[in-house]
């Protein structure tokens, strides 16, 4: 049993190690804090405020009792292996063997969560979609993009808030931006920032040819309103209109979407998918926060590279990634190299592993 103990030790010092690096012991104290409040009287009168805090703590209690459990479990079968050190019982070694090549298993998945350790990947993010060049083709791409990011989000149980959306005019979308509310969704997320290339035999081409076409997506962190950068009231333009989104007759026949300019660095946010122009008027806020952030960050070359990278137009020449369709089926990043032969599963959402290459690249270049 020797072996076996020297490898399970071997393994709880691994997972003590990345215990102590992603601070676990914090995050069992912030969770007890989110419990008190979800105890106190009244709770529940704010509902958005209640929802949200329930879903920060599930999602703490989750990755709290994941290295939890991984953790007991090794102390468990190291007992087990210490007990047993001068005993031969090929059935238990057997056994144990199995349980640790099974633990490291675990561990190795686990261990991902490492590659998350930039500032902001923590945070919510904040996605937003562009048809490029490419026409009718570009705008049907972009909402291709749309819907494999939301079942993505899906996938990872997270929550998508639709901010804003225009319509393309014969079918998918011209642009839309969307708020991801779950933990490390922007370290997640970051990887798919960028130009991405489709080659398809075009569904609106009479002639059936093959057609290129792009599509951008902007991944920003959210940023809370109580961070370092104030907005100073006087450099706002805010602009109300008549909502063309969905949600009800009240939507469509009020003034209740709200556009939002920052005059200095003429940035500009939109929301219109709340009924209350009040609301749309908050969750705008919020946009500009992250965005007034990020520039504000981005001022440090370094950051920059990490956050958002050099702005390029969705074109030709530009692309992060190749979706091709026709006349053979490819997905290939071009950052981290990483490539498959079946890209109906990457456009259903099946994302995990194209990010962890582009994580794993930006380690690298990084180290």
């Known amino acids: 049993?020797?072996?076996?103990?020297?490898?399970?030790?071997?393994?709880?010092?691994?997972?003590?190690?990345?215990?102590?690096?992603?601070?676990?012991?914090?995050?069992?104290?912030?969770?007890?804090?989110?419990?008190?409040?979800?105890?106190?009287?009244?709770?529940?009168?704010?509902?958005?405020?209640?929802?949200?805090?329930?879903?920060?703590?599930?999602?703490?209690?989750?990755?709290?009792?994941?290295?939890?459990?991984?953790?007991?479990?090794?102390?468990?079968?190291?007992?087990?292996?210490?007990?047993?050190?001068?005993?031969?019982?090929?059935?238990?070694?057997?056994?144990?063997?199995?349980?640790?090549?099974?633990?490291?298993?675990?561990?190795?998945?686990?261990?991902?969560?490492?590659?998350?350790?930039?500032?902001?990947?923590?945070?919510?993010?904040?996605?937003?979609?562009?048809?490029?060049?490419?026409?009718?083709?570009?705008?049907?791409?972009?909402?291709?993009?749309?819907?494999?990011?939301i079942r993505y989000v899906e996938k990872k149980g997270w929550k998508a808030t639709i901010i804003e959306e225009s319509k393309g005019q014969e079918v998918g979308i011209k642009s839309a931006t969307v708020r991801i509310e779950g933990r490390y969704a922007f370290g997640h997320l970051k990887s798919e920032h960028g130009t991405h290339r489709l080659v398809r035999i075009s569904p609106f081409d009479g002639d059936k040819a093959r057609h290129t076409s792009f599509a951008g997506i902007e991944i920003i962190p959210e940023i809370d309103q109580g961070g370092s950068f104030e907005i100073d009231a006087k450099d706002l333009r805010i602009d109300t209109f008549m909502s063309s989104g969905k949600g009800g007759q009240s939507v469509n026949t009020t003034y209740s979407a709200v556009r939002i300019v920052h005059i200095p660095t003429n940035t500009v946010v939109t929301c219109q998918n709340e009924r209350s122009q009040i609301q749309n008027k908050e969750t705008a806020m919020k946009v500009l926060q992250s965005k007034l952030q990020q520039l504000k960050d981005e001022q440090d070359a370094k950051e920059r590279n990490e956050l958002r990278g050099e702005y390029k137009s969705a074109e030709w020449g530009n692309q992060i990634r190749s979706y091709v369709l026709h006349p053979y089926k490819m997905v290939k990043d071009v950052r981290s190299g990483f490539e498959t032969t079946n890209p109906d599963r990457i456009l259903d959402g099946n994302l995990d592993e194209m990010i962890e290459a582009y994580l794993r690249y930006l380690k690298m270049i990084n180290d």
């Open 1 to 149: 049993m020797q072996d076996q103990i020297k490898q399970l030790k071997q393994l709880q010092n691994k997972v003590l190690d990345t215990w102590n690096l992603l601070n676990v012991d914090a995050m069992i104290v912030d969770m007890k804090k989110l419990e008190e409040e979800m105890q106190q009287e009244g709770f529940w009168n704010n509902t958005d405020r209640a929802k949200e805090i329930s879903q920060k703590h599930e999602e703490l209690r989750k990755e709290i009792s994941t290295w939890t459990k991984i953790s007991g479990e090794i102390k468990e079968y190291l007992e087990i292996a210490e007990s047993l050190e001068k005993q031969e019982d090929k059935e238990m070694e057997v056994l144990v063997d199995e349980k640790i090549e099974e633990l490291q298993k675990q561990f190795d998945q686990l261990e991902f969560v490492l590659l998350l350790s930039k500032k902001y990947d923590k945070n919510n993010a904040i996605v937003t979609f562009h048809a490029g060049s490419g026409g009718t083709d570009a705008q049907d791409w972009a909402e291709m993009l749309f819907r494999m990011i």
